[in-house]
């Protein structure tokens, strides 16, 4: 008989920040180098950084000799029927109609543009030789193959899901750490205009978090809806929001949070257990 498999976030999160940060670091360095828009080395760190939670997560799947958690893996990735209907249309109107909503209390308080919700003419931001539109689509699904392969499931235990889904929050705005170093990046455009525009880039990832973990966990754990989600929220990035309608968006995701935990109790507070596939009583 298999023996139960014991989840390792440790492991886990020690080693994907490990790479990461080397590889980030070293990327960042080079960005303040003449020629580095053009450098090959800094686009091989920048994907090695952001591959590191999926090669991670696949590493330590696979070589877990746990059937469960390669089966539980394979459900996740592949089994579409899991997906609530209920929740495709939440994925692509919650985020969204955030986005109007801070654009409009801009418009109004601080009279900046609507214009706010445009594409924008150039890219938004420098990503090396990678283009920043094919980052914005790239990470969503290589990152939420790694988090919610393993890295969210893996602080099961005894902790509520609303203590499992601020953990991650923190762990993953850590992750992003390294981009404030990185020369003309969007984190690093951040710091330099106003530290508090790049404190809310941080603090907003845990009412988002909070918001596509309900998604996710309503489709029992299903990867693709998390990667849809991060794929809405990253959308923002092609558009000419300011940083005002980002501050305020945050205010919003917060309000959205909070009415989804208060309206959800029995999921966010109950206990997160550390059994492979559990997604409460179906």
Same mark, same amino acid.
């Given at each position: 008989?298999?023996?139960?498999?014991?989840?390792?976030?440790?492991?886990?999160?020690?080693?994907?920040?490990?790479?990461?940060?080397?590889a980030?670091?070293?990327?960042?360095?080079?960005?303040?180098?003449?020629?580095?828009?053009?450098?090959?080395?800094?686009?091989?760190?920048?994907?090695?950084?952001?591959?590191?939670?999926?090669?991670?997560a696949?590493?330590?799947?696979?070589?877990?000799?746990?059937?469960e958690?390669?089966?539980?893996?394979?459900?996740?990735?592949?089994?579409?029927?899991?997906?609530?209907?209920?929740?495709? %249309?939440?994925?692509?109107?919650?985020?969204?109609?955030?986005?109007?909503?801070s654009?409009?209390?801009?418009h109004?308080? @601080?009279?900046? %543009?609507?214009?706010?919700?445009?594409?924008?003419?150039?890219? %938004? @931001?420098?990503?090396?030789?990678?283009?920043?539109?094919?980052?914005?689509?790239m990470?969503?699904?290589?990152?939420?193959?790694?988090?919610?392969?393993?890295?969210?499931?893996?602080?099961?235990?005894?902790?509520?899901?609303?203590?499992?889904?601020?953990?991650?929050?923190?762990l993953?705005?850590?992750?992003?750490?390294?981009?404030?170093?990185?020369?003309?990046?969007?984190?690093?455009?951040?710091?330099?205009?106003?530290?508090?525009?790049?404190?809310?880039?941080?603090?907003? @990832?845990?009412?988002?978090?909070?918001?596509?973990?309900?998604?996710?966990?309503?489709?029992?754990?299903?990867?693709l809806?998390?990667?849809?989600?991060?794929? &809405?929220?990253?959308?923002q990035g092609?558009?000419?929001?300011?940083?005002?309608?980002?501050?305020?968006?945050?205010?919003?995701?917060?309000?959205?949070?909070?009415?989804? &935990?208060?309206?959800?109790?029995?999921?966010f507070?109950e206990?997160?257990?550390?059994?492979?596939?559990?997604?409460g009583?179906?």
């Amino acid at each position: 008989m298999e023996r139960s498999y014991t989840y390792k976030p440790m492991r886990f999160f020690l080693i994907t920040n490990l790479i990461m940060w080397t590889a980030w670091l070293i990327a960042a360095y080079r960005t303040y180098q003449p020629g580095s828009q053009s450098s090959r080395l800094v686009a091989i760190l920048e994907l090695v950084g952001l591959f590191s939670p999926m090669a991670v997560a696949l590493w330590m799947i696979f070589t877990s000799k746990s059937q469960e958690l390669k089966q539980n893996f394979y459900k996740k990735l592949f089994d579409l029927r899991a997906i609530r209907l209920w929740t495709i %249309p939440a994925i692509f109107l919650i985020m969204p109609a955030a986005m109007a909503i801070s654009v409009a209390l801009s418009h109004i308080f @601080f009279k900046e %543009p609507l214009s706010q919700l445009a594409l924008v003419k150039t890219a %938004p @931001f420098v990503a090396g030789l990678i283009p920043a539109q094919l980052l914005l689509v790239m990470a969503p699904v290589v990152e939420e193959i790694g988090w919610k392969g393993y890295g969210v499931e893996s602080l099961r235990g005894k902790r509520s899901f609303l203590k499992v889904t601020l953990i991650f929050a923190a762990l993953w705005a850590f992750w992003h750490g390294p981009t404030f170093f990185m020369h003309d990046y969007y984190q690093n455009m951040l710091i330099r205009t106003n530290p508090l525009f790049a404190l809310n880039f941080i603090v907003s @990832f845990f009412p988002a978090t909070v918001i596509f973990n309900w998604l996710w966990y309503n489709n029992r754990g299903n990867i693709l809806t998390a990667i849809l989600c991060h794929n &809405v929220i990253d959308f923002q990035g092609v558009l000419q929001m300011g940083q005002i309608a980002k501050c305020i968006e945050t205010v919003v995701f917060f309000v959205i949070a909070a009415v989804i &935990v208060i309206s959800n109790k029995k999921m966010f507070f109950e206990e997160f257990p550390a059994k492979i596939g559990y997604f409460g009583k179906a």
